[in-house]
């Protein structure tokens, strides 16, 4: 697992009403370039007044922690769900007070929470890897400076499964 700095790490929205803590140590950090990771970032950012989710290379960078690890501790009135489709299982998450993306969930049995790097309080944890950047926008080179992968790689995957195993005994 990722090591940083601290047991608790807290992220908010853009004007602070809504508030993250998250407890322990993050499972991997990622940009992610899938298409429905580029299309919820436009679609989110169509909305009055939103920050930019995407980078200027079409990736979205994410901090995953265990769910059982993430508490909304201000503001959980304010947090609007969005799906690009009615049938997705995913979820971004939006404060409504500012229209700032703030993390993504699964309507299913998934272990973990996408928080969105941008709203990460403090020094985030660096960015480990690029992943699916077969569906990056053709105009774009991704740098060398961290690995990248055209699809989810095994180290990411077993980083899941990992975080994945203490949640049973934590239960």
């Given at each position: 697992?990722?090591?940083?700095?601290?047991?608790?790490?807290?992220?908010?929205?853009?004007?602070?009403?809504?508030?993250?803590?998250?407890?322990?140590?993050?499972?991997?950090?990622?940009?992610?370039?899938?298409?429905?990771?580029?299309?919820?970032?436009?679609?989110?950012a169509a909305l009055p007044?939103?920050?930019?989710?995407?980078?200027?290379?079409?990736?979205?960078?994410?901090?995953?922690?265990?769910?059982?690890?993430?508490?909304?501790?201000?503001?959980?009135?304010?947090?609007?769900?969005?799906?690009?489709?009615?049938?997705?299982?995913?979820?971004?998450?939006?404060?409504?007070?500012?229209?700032?993306?703030?993390?993504?969930?699964?309507?299913?049995?998934?272990?973990?929470?996408?928080?969105?790097?941008?709203?990460?309080?403090?020094?985030?944890?660096?960015?480990?890897?690029?992943?699916?950047?077969?569906?990056?926008?053709?105009?774009?080179?991704?740098?060398?400076?961290i690995p990248s992968y055209?699809?989810?790689?095994?180290?990411?995957l077993l980083r899941l499964?990992?975080?994945?195993?203490?949640?049973?005994?934590?239960?």
């Open positions: 697992m990722l090591s940083h700095s601290g047991t608790d790490i807290r992220a908010a929205c853009a004007c602070g009403r809504v508030e993250l803590m998250l407890i322990g140590n993050p499972i991997v950090t990622s940009v992610c370039y899938c298409d429905d990771c580029q299309a919820g970032a436009r679609q989110l007044g939103a920050p930019l989710l995407a980078g200027e290379d079409g990736g979205t960078a994410y901090v995953l922690f265990p769910k059982d690890r993430v508490r909304c501790v201000t503001g959980n009135s304010l947090l609007k769900s969005y799906k690009l489709k009615h049938e997705s299982v995913t979820n971004r998450v939006v404060a409504t007070c500012c229209n700032a993306p703030v993390f993504m969930n699964f309507d299913n049995v998934r272990h973990w929470v996408p928080i969105y790097r941008m709203r990460m309080l403090g020094n985030p944890p660096p960015i480990e890897m690029r992943i699916c950047t077969k569906f990056k926008p053709e105009n774009v080179t991704v740098p060398d400076d055209p699809s989810y790689p095994p180290k990411f499964l990992a975080a994945w195993v203490p949640m049973l005994f934590r239960r």
